[in-house]
């Protein structure tokens, strides 16, 4: 083989895989997987010892995540039947010049899907970044009219046998004004407590104190392409802590955080080594 044909074979393998791989990671954006895990919550009562939690986020409704995927990814959780539903922000992806893709033209109908969700203890949301960019009112506005609790900056209490868990959450950490005061509301150290924040770096930047036993976040993708030896590239864009928030299970400073993978991508709609998810958390005692 001559240095041009070596050239030309070279070129052409190079061209199959990046065509392969591009096309396995459209597969894979869409490859919403069920992740169970239980999490213990500090002060959890026993009445909701086994509440379950389906936590979304970042479901960034465009052109490049579907309507027929978000509600295969409804029928999924509610398949599921859990107790609460928390919704971790971003349900549209921002954009001003081509609202055809993106952007707020994609707000109403991504609410019509996530409006089916069900949950016997309630439904709760927080927002995202893209949100605040996409129109943070209508944003809210379509929150309210799918008949879910809103807990930027404030929350709920939920009761059972006279038992009570905090649900709450805050504002995006970077495009708004989070209060973690206003969300906790009268909680102290010895209720049991979960926070929501889309952005995970909330845990080293805001919580300043035990109050929250648990955060719920999302933003990151779980770095959304992962790559062998090296991680994920993209993850320092969205969080101050490297790879720290990526994914999964993390010990902040004062609490646990749980940072899901999310269900929806950026353009292009692409995932390596990082499925889309919906979290089913079960509650326990860390004293059972």
């Not at 107790?83 to 001003?96: A, P, R």
């Not at 995202?128 to 799918?146: P, Q, V, W």
Request: glycine fraction near 10%; charge should be positive; aromatic fraction near 6%.
């Amino acid at each position: 083989m001559n240095r041009r044909q070596f050239i030309r074979v070279t070129t052409r393998t190079v061209a199959g895989s990046l065509l392969a791989g591009g096309i396995y990671g459209a597969v894979e954006a869409k490859e919403i997987k069920v992740v169970r895990l239980s999490i213990p919550l500090p002060n959890l009562p026993r009445p909701f010892h086994g509440t379950t939690i389906a936590f979304l986020s970042d479901i960034h409704h465009s052109i490049v995540v579907p309507r027929s995927y978000i509600e295969h990814v409804v029928n999924v959780t509610n398949a599921l039947s859990p107790d609460i539903v928390i919704l971790g922000g971003d349900y549209v992806t921002s954009g001003e010049k081509y609202n055809w893709l993106h952007g707020a033209a994609y707000i109403e109908p991504c609410f019509d899907m996530l409006k089916k969700l069900t949950a016997k203890l309630g439904r709760f949301a927080v927002t995202g970044n893209h949100d605040t960019h996409a129109g943070i009112d209508k944003i809210n506005a379509a929150i309210a009219a799918a008949g879910i609790r809103n807990i930027d900056n404030g929350g709920a209490w939920l009761t059972l046998d006279g038992e009570k868990l905090r649900i709450c959450g805050v504002q995006d950490l970077r495009t708004q004004k989070p209060d973690v005061q206003l969300a906790l509301g009268d909680a102290s150290e010895k209720d049991a407590v979960i926070l929501v924040s889309h952005n995970p770096d909330v845990a080293e930047q805001k919580i300043k104190d035990a109050s929250v036993g648990l955060l719920l976040s999302g933003h990151t993708h779980g770095g959304q392409v992962v790559l062998p030896f090296i991680g994920a590239p993209i993850v320092g864009l969205c969080s101050d802590y490297g790879q720290k928030y990526r994914y999964g299970i993390v010990q902040g400073p004062r609490c646990s955080v749980y940072v899901t993978s999310g269900v929806g991508t950026l353009p292009p709609a692409f995932r390596l080594n990082c499925y889309p998810e919906v979290a089913l958390i079960t509650l326990t005692s860390p004293s059972v």
